[in-house]
């Protein structure tokens, strides 16, 4: 079945610093990859998405580029904010065709603290 | 456009009692989804719908159940709460057209 690993966490940086996420995925075709973040007490907004192969997502200074060849989705910063501090799921899904479409299957989770 | 509403925000349950989590969409999305967040385990799939009248099961279904009978709505049962269903619980909506997933401010449960 299909799956999405992401880095261990918590990531901890200092204001100004460049981020990365590494998020890799097992899939059976050809899924759409997304990068979700959860502020402290929140729910889920959408960061970035990219549905095919090559294309890259970005957002917020945020940018991550659907890697086919390494089945990969690592998300970027140049410059981290105090404001970004949060958890970040990276997560995959299909939109029609096959047996897995409308779902959503997510990484565990990266959590994010930016210090001053 | 309110999108994806959740209610309640907050439920504290006693085991054994039963309850509806609602959830309701207004962007005529085809699909729609429940997750369940605990600390650690990231979220997971406890069912999902691709259109009215059709529903599955995801990863965690056991101890929930699910209908569709609208477009629109896709309220999540507890037959008989457990502890172990204590999280926070979020609903989902998407369309092909869309290319992305909205989600609803989530259900804080609390199963004493």
């Known amino acids: 079945g299909d799956s999405v690993t992401q880095m261990e966490g918590p990531v901890t940086l200092s204001e100004e610093a460049f981020l990365t996420i590494n998020c890799t995925y097992t899939?059976?075709?050809?899924?759409?990859l997304f990068w979700y973040v959860q502020y402290p007490g929140e729910g889920l907004q959408l960061l970035l998405k990219a549905t095919k192969a090559d294309d890259k997502g970005s957002n917020k200074g945020f940018e991550a580029t659907y890697r086919k060849e390494t089945t990969s989705f690592h998300l970027e910063k140049g410059s981290v904010q105090v404001s970004d501090s949060a958890v970040y799921f990276c997560?995959?899904?299909?939109?029609?065709?096959?047996?897995?479409?409308?779902?959503?299957?997510f990484g565990q989770g990266t959590i994010l603290t930016v210090h001053p | 456009n309110a999108g994806v509403t959740q209610t309640p925000k907050f439920q504290v349950l006693k085991t054994g009692q039963s309850m509806t989590l609602q959830c309701a969409q207004d962007m005529n999305h085809e699909y729609m989804s429940w997750y369940r967040q605990d600390p650690g385990m990231g979220l997971r799939l406890i069912h999902y719908?691709?259109?009215?009248?059709?529903?599955d099961q995801g990863e965690v279904p056991n101890g929930y159940n699910v209908s569709r009978s609208t477009t629109e709505d896709f309220p999540l049962r507890l037959l008989s709460a457990a502890p172990s269903q204590t999280s926070v619980y979020f609903c989902?909506?998407?369309?092909?057209?869309?290319?992305?997933?909205?989600f609803g401010s989530g259900t804080r449960l609390t199963v004493v």
């Open positions: 899939a059976t075709g050809y899924p759409s």
């Open positions: 989902a909506s998407s369309s092909p057209l869309y290319y992305g997933y909205t």
């Open positions: 997560a995959l899904s299909y939109f029609a065709g096959g047996t897995s479409y409308g779902k959503l299957t």
């Open positions: 719908s691709v259109g009215a009248g059709i529903t």
